[in-house]
């Protein structure tokens, strides 16, 4: 076998690992996404209006899926969390759809 070829199957056999790893992460963070979810719309139903903090957490929870999902469909080779940073928020971005 070619170190060329070698390489190649190391790669892959890394990947798939990896995926597996990501996907099933995944899973958890869409979990606690649901967990965010509803703490938001019990708040907002107690106080009448969003949390803040909340709100960030969960929209960087909601990148991270992201992010693992173009992991798991090749369309991208960075690799997230704990393998690079968890992804920052944009309180900005977050917060100015008010409807």
């Not at 390489?7 to 967990?35: D, H, N, P, Q, T």
């Not at 979810?37 to 957490?57: D, H």
């Not at 798991?72 to 690079?84: D, I």
Request: net charge negative; with cysteine.
């Amino acid at each position: 076998m070619s170190d060329d070829s070698r390489s190649k199957w190391e790669y892959l056999l890394f990947r798939v690992l990896y995926m597996i790893l990501f996907w099933l992460v995944s899973r958890i963070a869409w979990i606690f996404i649901g967990i965010f979810a509803f703490v938001q719309l019990v708040y907002v139903m107690i106080k009448g209006e969003k949390q803040p903090a909340l709100l960030n957490v969960a929209h960087s929870t909601v990148q991270y899926a992201h992010q693992c999902g173009d992991y798991l469909t090749f369309q991208s080779e960075y690799k997230p969390f704990p393998f690079n940073d968890w992804p920052g928020t944009d309180a900005e971005e977050t917060n100015s759809d008010d409807a």
